[in-house]
C-alpha cells in the first residue's frame, strides 16, 4: 500500500533543494512557475530534467514551444520565488521584471544565480506531473549564493 500524501509531503520535506524558476515562449505567450524539482541529470550530453504539473498553465507553453529556460534563484530572491509559485494573479509574475530574452527566447530572471536554455529532448508522464530531459543549449552562472528551501522555509547557506 502507498504511503499517504502527508506522510509522503512530510518526508519528501527534509530534502533541501534550491529554487529555481522555469519560464518558457511560444509565440506571444510567456510563463514561468517556481519548481524544486529540478536535477542534473548528464555532463556529456549536457542534460537535466524538471517536473511540472500537467494543470500549470507553464506546462501548455512547454508542451507547445518544447524549449525552457531554468533560472536558479540565488539568496534574496523569495518574493520571486513566492510569486511564481501562488495561482493567484499568474498573468502579471513578470510585471516589473527586466527580463532578458535567452537563446531560445525564453525569459531569464534577473538576479538568478544561473541560467540554462534547454531544448525538450525527452518527456515522461509521472503521475500528476511530467518530467522533462532537456539538453542544455546555453548557460550562464555567477557567484551568487543560491536560495535554498527546507521544511517549507527558505535557508541560507553558511
Known sequence: MPVDAESFKQALASWVSGVTIITSRHADHVHGMTVSAFSSVSLSPPLVMVCLDKVSNTLKL??????????????????????????????????????EQGTNGCPHIPGAVSTMDCRVLDTLDAGDHVIYIGEVRAAKFTDRPPLVYLRAVYRTLT
Open 62 to 99: 512547454v508542451e507547445a514551444a518544447k524549449v525552457f529556460s531554468v533560472n536558479v534563484l540565488a539568496q534574496g530572491q523569495e518574493e520571486l520565488s513566492q510569486r511564481f509559485a501562488s495561482k493567484e494573479h499568474e498573468d502579471v509574475r513578470f510585471e516589473g521584471l527586466n527580463c
